[in-house]
């Protein structure tokens, strides 16, 4: 019972350096997503994905690319990190339908100095 | 525009005492409405969700939620709490025109008392 599997944990970057983070889920869901946990600030959507071959961003998108080449995979890209990107990542995944809840990965806690 | 609050940030209660968590949500059509639990370092689980029909809605761990249409309120009970139950926890209201978006509340910190 896999789930929403998020690679790395965690990881330390520096302004301007680029990195993946991992987004695996093994339910066959259509839907995934991408969350940033700011304290305070709850969960704010940043890109989410439909099926594979369809994006769209969402409150946040400054800043991260996303693809979804598999209906399994949907990493999330830094191009040149921030140090306002300094925050905790979750990734999401749900089945299509009305009222179906979010599955959540552990996270990825990021510090970008 | 969706919004959803949850006007407090830290909750104190004592073990074995009842709990309400409270939950205003800002939505234009019939909200899907969500109760989640993040542990430390974890990501969220759910714990009971809102669609349609009877307004009081049961969730694991004990806990319930009552959905008051008028009041634009989706507050989380549990009549005696334990010290696992020590969490942050989060209201959600999901788009029913786009099922894929969620607009979460900025989260309510319970610290449970021995």
């Known amino acids: 019972n896999a789930g929403v599997t998020q690679t790395p944990k965690f990881q330390v970057l520096k302004t301007g350096q680029s990195m993946t983070l991992q987004c695996a889920q093994d339910m066959n869901h259509e839907y995934m997503s991408w969350y940033r946990q700011d304290p305070g600030m709850g969960l704010r959507l940043i890109h989410y994905s439909v099926g594979a071959g369809i994006t769209d961003q969402g409150e946040v998108p400054n800043g991260y690319n996303v693809s979804r080449s598999t209906t399994e995979d949907f990493p999330l890209r830094l191009l040149s990190a921030a140090p306002s990107q300094t925050s905790v990542y979750f990734c999401?995944?749900?089945?299509?339908?009305?009222?179906?809840?979010?599955?959540f990965g552990n996270g990825t806690r990021l510090t970008v100095t | 525009a969706q919004s959803v609050t949850q006007p407090d940030i830290h909750i104190t209660v004592s073990e074995g005492a009842s709990l309400e968590l409270r939950c205003n949500y800002s939505y234009g059509a019939t909200p899907y409405l969500f109760w989640y639990v993040q542990s430390p370092g974890q990501g969220l689980q759910l714990l009971l969700k809102?669609?349609?029909?009877?307004?009081l809605v049961q969730g694991i761990k004990g806990f319930e939620a009552e959905f008051k249409r008028s009041q634009s309120s989706f507050n989380l009970r549990k009549p005696s709490v334990h010290w696992s139950d020590a969490a942050e926890y989060f209201c959600?209201?999901?788009?029913?025109?786009?099922?894929?978006?969620?607009?979460f509340g900025s989260g309510t910190k319970l610290n449970v008392k021995p």
């Open positions: 959600a209201v999901g788009d029913s025109l786009n099922f894929n978006k969620f607009y």
């Open positions: 999401a995944s749900s089945s299509p339908g009305q009222g179906m809840p979010l599955h």
């Open positions: 809102y669609f349609s029909g009877d307004t």
